[in-house]
């Protein structure tokens, strides 16, 4: 394993520009996860990073010796590099790193051709803060949402901050950034529901199952009237209490955990009525 303590090394100021560039992400075409967790992640999903940073203290770290050990012995093509614990510290993020970097290839997801699968797809249009993008990429995930649209001016999907949110939970979905999501919505076969306060019918109200495709817009703008217009079913979160809005990553989670429980209570009661024959 090759160990850098220069900052002056190319390695270190790839990193750092990683870590802070949107721009220099996407030229690159490259990723840093930050943490055990993120790396568990990726690699339970089958993805193989490109490269693995290690600080000195970290390559001493239980759970980080035993991801070493099982990259060194099922990927041995990726490259592992050993950071001065100074080093790696200027580069991550996170206040109290855990010692652990990975390098991973950002994907472009072509379109779902899996017609087995019931479409469950989410657009996003304008959603500006990391935190609440990775929250709303993380309830996705867990509520099995296969597909995610995010307009131009949206935040990167793949920034640390994004990343750390998410909790993981890009490995599992197919992200589509700068998408134009007019264009999206004409393609969807299903139902395309769209959330906002006005004209909207009560979200608990309305038949969810199916193919679906649910739009968020920004919490200042709320959906664009051209994707409104787009939109068969708009809905709203009835709130009886004195806010007048919900943050759109916890509108988010509340809407798609609505279809997954509609979907469930159908299957219940199909199995309770075999069941009763």
Same mark, same amino acid.
């Given at each position: ?125 304008? #959603?500006?803060? +990391? *935190?609440?993008?990775? !929250?709303?990429?993380?309830? %996705? =995930? @867990? $509520? ?92 709203? #979160?009835?709130? +009886? *209490?004195?806010?007048? !809005?919900?943050?759109?990553? %916890? =509108? @988010? $989670? ?24």
């Amino acid at each position: 394993m090759r160990h850098i303590t220069s900052r002056e090394h190319p390695l270190p100021k790839k990193l750092l520009k990683l870590q802070h560039s949107a721009r220099y992400r996407r030229d690159e075409g490259v990723a840093l996860l930050d943490g055990t967790h993120l790396l568990q992640s990726c690699l339970a999903s089958g993805w193989v990073p490109e490269q693995l940073i290690v600080s000195e203290s970290g390559s001493q770290h239980p759970e980080i010796g035993q991801l070493l050990l099982h990259i060194q012995k099922h990927l041995s093509k990726v490259d592992c590099v050993m950071l001065s614990d100074t080093l790696f510290s200027q580069i991550s993020a996170v206040k109290t790193p855990v010692g652990v970097l990975a390098l991973v290839n950002i994907p472009r997801p072509a379109m779902s051709a899996d017609t087995d699968q019931t479409p469950f797809w989410i657009s996003l249009e304008g #959603i500006q803060d +990391p *935190g609440n993008l990775g !929250s709303i990429l993380r309830s %996705a =995930a @867990a $509520a099995g949402v296969t597909d995610i649209f995010l307009s131009a001016g949206c935040a990167d999907s793949w920034s640390p901050k994004t990343l750390r949110a998410g909790m993981g939970a890009h490995f599992s979905l197919r992200i589509h950034e700068n998408a134009d999501l007019v264009q999206i919505a004409h393609r969807f076969d299903g139902k395309i529901v769209a959330t906002t306060l006005n004209q909207a019918g009560n979200l608990y109200q309305t038949d969810l199952r199916g193919a679906a495709m649910f739009i968020f817009g920004s919490e200042g703008g709320g959906v664009s009237q051209k994707l409104l217009e787009m939109a068969q079913q708009r809905v709203k #979160i009835p709130m +009886p *209490g004195c806010a007048e !809005s919900l943050n759109v990553a %916890a =509108a @988010a $989670a509340i809407c798609l955990f609505e279809k997954v429980r509609q979907e469930y209570s159908i299957a219940d009661t199909d199995e309770s009525s075999t069941g009763s024959k």
